[in-house]
C-alpha cells in the first residue's frame, strides 16, 4: 500500500510541476520541436525528390520520438538528484521508509508518463509538420516503449548514481546525447552486432509498427525476446552500479551536502 501511496505521490507531484512551471514546459517543447523542423527541413533539401525519402521521413520521425524519450529518461534521474542535493532534501528521501532505491524507481515510472503526454504533443506536431500521419498502435507500441525504455533507464540509473558521487555530471550527460543519437541511428540492418547495445534494436522495432503498419503480433516472435532479455540485460547493468554508486556516497558522506 505504501507503495502505491508513493508512485501516486511522485505522479502528482511531476504533473504538478509541469502545471505550475508551465512556462518552462511550453518552451521545452518549442525547443524540440524547432530541433525537428531543423532535422526535417535539412533531410528534405538533401533528398526531399528522392523516392525513398518517404520511408527516410519516417525513420527520422520515429528515430525522433525515440530520442526524445530516451534524453528525457537517462537525464532526469541525474538532475533530480543534483536538485535535491541542491534543496538539502536528498539525505531525507535516503532516509525514506521505503527505501532510496524505491523513490528513485517509481521516480522513473512516474515521470515516464509525464514523458509520454509532453511526446504525445511532440508526436501531432510533426506528423502534422511532415504529413506523413504514421500507424499508432497503443497495444504494439506501449510494451515495445516500455522494453526499450528500460535499458536507457539502466543509464539513467548509472548516471544518477554518477551525481550522486560526483556532483557535477552535465558534460558526461551532454556526451551521451551524442551517444544516444548513434544508437537509434544504428544501422542494425547491416552490422547485426548493434543490436546487443541499449536503444538500436527497440528503435527498430518501434519503426516496423509505426511506418509498417505492423502490430506487436506479428513481430518475430525472437526479435521481441531479444529486445525484452537486452533490456532487462542493461537496466541490471546500470541498476547494479547505481546500487555501488549509492554506496559510495553514503560511505563518503556525500548524501547530506552538495
Not at 520511408?55 to 534521474?77: C, E, H, N, P, Q
Not at 512516474?110 to 502534422?128: D, P
Not at 537496466?235 to 556516497?249: D, I, S, T
Request: no cysteine; aromatic share 14%; hydrophobic share 60%.
Amino acid at each position: 500500500m505504501r507503495y502505491l501511496i508513493l508512485f501516486k505521490a511522485l505522479l502528482k507531484q511531476e504533473f504538478i510541476l509541469m502545471r505550475r512551471y508551465l512556462f518552462n514546459t511550453i518552451v521545452s517543447l518549442i525547443g524540440i520541436y524547432i530541433i525537428f523542423l531543423l532535422i526535417f527541413f535539412g533531410a528534405h533539401a538533401l533528398g526531399g525528390g528522392a523516392p525513398e525519402f518517404g520511408a527516410t521521413l519516417d525513420a527520422i520521425v520515429v528515430g525522433f520520438l525515440v530520442w526524445t524519450f530516451a534524453l528525457f529518461a537517462y537525464s532526469d534521474l541525474a538532475h533530480g538528484m543534483v536538485r535535491e542535493a541542491q534543496e538539502g532534501t536528498l539525505e531525507q528521501l535516503y532516509m525514506s521508509p521505503v527505501g532510496f532505491t524505491w523513490v528513485s524507481l517509481f521516480r522513473i515510472v512516474s515521470r515516464f508518463w509525464v514523458m509520454l503526454t509532453f511526446n504525445i504533443m511532440l508526436l501531432v506536431l510533426m506528423m502534422a509538420t511532415t504529413g506523413r500521419w504514421l500507424h499508432l498502435d497503443v497495444v504494439s507500441l506501449l510494451p515495445l516503449i516500455v522494453l526499450t525504455l528500460a535499458g536507457v533507464h539502466g543509464m539513467a540509473f548509472a548516471t544518477g548514481g554518477l551525481a550522486l558521487v560526483f556532483k557535477r555530471v552535465e558534460s558526461f550527460i551532454g556526451i551521451l546525447q551524442f551517444a544516444v543519437v548513434g544508437l537509434i541511428a544504428a544501422p542494425v540492418g547491416r552490422f547485426p552486432l548493434l543490436r546487443y547495445l541499449p536503444l538500436a534494436e527497440g528503435n527498430r522495432l518501434i519503426r516496423r509498427v509505426m511506418a509498417e503498419g505492423l502490430s506487436i503480433f506479428e513481430l518475430p516472435a525472437t526479435d521481441l525476446l531479444f529486445l525484452l532479455a537486452n533490456s532487462v540485460l542493461w537496466f541490471g547493468l546500470g541498476f547494479l552500479a547505481f546500487k555501488l554508486l549509492v554506496n559510495v556516497a553514503r560511505d563518503r558522506g556525500l548524501l547530506g551536502h552538495y
